[in-house]
T-cell receptor, first 116, second 116 residues
Framework: DTEVTQTPKHLVMGMTNKKSLKCEQH?????MYWYKQKAKKPPELMFV???????INESVPSRFSPECPNSSLLNLHLHALQPEDSALYLC???????????????FGAGTRLSVL | AQKITQTQPGMFVQEKEAVTLDCTYD???????LFWYKQPSSGEMIFLIY??????QNATEGRYSLNFQKARKSANLVISASQLGDSAMYFC?????????????FGIGTKLQVIP
């Protein structure tokens, strides 16, 4: 079983709703990530938090708002989404070490989001 | 910019046979990491195996081995003794480390189906 837990597993929301996706890891990792994955496509990086600070924002629309309350938790706040935002949202975590370290990203099971 | 190429959209293998999934990569970094992930239909990205650019020996993890040919920039995954549970999407990925965080880029994936 993965040590990265994502809730909820499924979410259906209207375009005017506000919802949040949650991710928690218990591996002592200091980097956490949000990915978006459309059907039959590879995951695409959205945000990276390193030591609870936002390090990468891959030009994601402002209707997606990440939050990292502490090193174990990562949230993704959703507001006024569009139907094209329907996708699998994956959270991952890793160590933050030297360039020669493995720094393997471990993923959660994902949240399947449908925007109506 | 780094790039991962997986040229096999789909593969079939007979149960108990071995199968090789191809991956080539392109990077100007001297230090990089290569990963293979498995994604069943449930959606979770499962880490399988890692190869560092400085590792002289090919990585092995149980039935998985990585055929790393640095000069050819290839990192093929070999699955021995295929099982029905191996049916899934397989993604090759490469890590780039910059500014204390890592960014992982995924290939488009190969769908493997194991036939009884």
């Amino acid at each position: 079983d993965t040590e990265v837990t994502q809730t909820p597993k499924h979410l259906v929301m209207g375009m005017t709703n506000k919802k949040s996706l949650k991710c928690e890891q218990h591996m002592g990792h200091r980097a956490m990530y949000w990915y978006k994955q459309k059907a039959k496509k590879p995951p695409e990086l959205m945000f990276v938090y390193s030591y609870e600070k936002l390090s990468i924002n891959e030009s994601v629309p402002s209707r997606f708002s990440p939050e990292c309350p502490n090193s174990s938790l990562l949230n993704l706040h959703l507001h006024a989404l569009q139907p094209e935002d329907s996708a699998l949202y994956l959270c991952a975590s890793s160590q933050v070490e030297t360039r020669k370290a493995k720094n393997i990203q471990y993923f959660g099971a994902g949240t399947r989001l449908s925007v109506l | 910019a780094q790039k991962i190429t997986q040229t096999q959209p789909g593969m079939f293998v007979q149960e108990k046979e071995a199968v090789t999934l191809d991956c080539t990569y392109d990077t100007s970094d001297q230090s990089y990491g290569l990963f293979w992930y498995k994604q069943p239909s449930s959606g979770e990205m499962i880490f399988l195996i890692y190869q560092g650019s400085y590792d002289e020996q090919n990585a092995t993890e149980g039935r998985y081995s990585l055929n790393f040919q640095k000069a050819r920039k290839s990192a093929n995954l070999v699955i021995s003794a295929s099982q029905l549970g191996d049916s899934a999407m397989y993604f090759c990925a490469m890590r780039e480390v910059s500014g204390g965080y890592q960014k992982v880029t995924f290939g488009i994936g190969t769908k493997l189906q194991v036939i009884p």
